[in-house]
C-alpha cells in the first residue's frame, strides 16, 4: 500500500476523536499518565503531590509520558499500523504526521532516557524560573502524538463543515475551506493563545498551517501521494505574501491576501498531481 492510503485510513480513524471535545480527550490522557504514576509510585498524598517535583520524579514522568504516548498511538490506530506493518517510510513524511507511523520499538530504543531540563536563570541573569509541584508536573503533561494530530484534524473538519457542499464548485470549495482554516489559525493563536510578539519565528510558524493542510488534502479528497506536499506550500506563499516579520500587521490581523493565494495554490497544486476529483464535491 502507499503512503497516501496510510494518510486516508490514519484520517478516518482519528476522525471520531476528533468529533469530540478536546478538553475531553486531553483530560483523558492525563488520567492515564496520572493513573500510570500511580501503578509505578503507588498512593500519593496531597502532601506529596504539593511538594516541588524532584529531579528524579521528572525524569519518571518523562519516561510515563513516552511509553503512555507509544500506548494511545497503538490503542487509536492499531488496526491501521498492523495493515501497513508500522511502516516507518524514511524522507517524506520522515514517519507520518508526528511521527504516529514509526514502530514502537524504534520510538523507545531511539529515544531512550533523558535527564530532565533543569530550570535555568533568564538570558540575562533574571531570577530563576519557579521548579512546578508534582501536581502541576502530572497534569501539565506534553499531549501525545496522536491528541496532537486529533487536535489538527478537528481544525480541519470544523473549516470544512462550514463550507458546506451543496451548489459549491470543487475547487470554490478548496480556496474556502483553506480560508477559513487560516482564519481560524489566526484566531487560535491571536485571540485564544494571545500572542503578541513575533519575533523568535516566521509569524506563519505559530499557525501550525503546514501540519494542517495535509489533513485539508485528505478531507477534501485532492490528488498526491504525499498530502504533506500540500503544507509545503505554507512558506513560500507567507514570504511572496509579507516580505518582513516586523510589519505592523502582526498584532492585527491576518497579512491581506495570504489565505486567498495559499488557497489558490492548494488548488493549482491539486490541478498539477492530477486534476480535482469530482469526489471532492
Known sequence: MGIRVLWDETYQALLPHALRPADELHREFRQAVFH?????????????????????QLMVLGAIEAACAIAWRDALL?????????????????????????????STATEGFHRPVLPRPGRFGLEMPARP??????????????????DDIREVHASIAAVGQAGVPPVDRVREAVSRLCLAAWHHEVEVNRRRGWDDAEWWQYLNLESLLPWAAVALDLPGEHPDEYGDLVESVAYSTVTSSFDPWTARALPPGFASALGEECVQLAHRTAGLRTATS
Not at 488496526?79 to 520499538?105: C, I, K, N, Q
Not at 506534553?142 to 494530530?149: A, D, G, I
Open 133 to 150: 509541584s508534582l501536581r502541576d508536573a502530572l497534569f501539565r503533561v506534553v499531549p501525545n502524538e496522536c491528541v496532537r494530530t486529533v
Open 78 to 106: 492499531g488496526p491501521v499500523l498492523s495493515r501497513h506493518g508500522h511502516e516507518d517510510h524514511p524522507g517524506r513524511p520522515f514517519g507520518g504526521p508526528h511521527g504516529l507511523w514509526g514502530t514502537p520499538a524504534r
Open 36 to 56: 500510570a504514576w500511580l501503578a509505578w509510585h503507588g498512593d500519593t498524598t496531597d502532601e506529596q503531590l504539593d511538594s516541588l517535583v524532584s529531579d528524579d
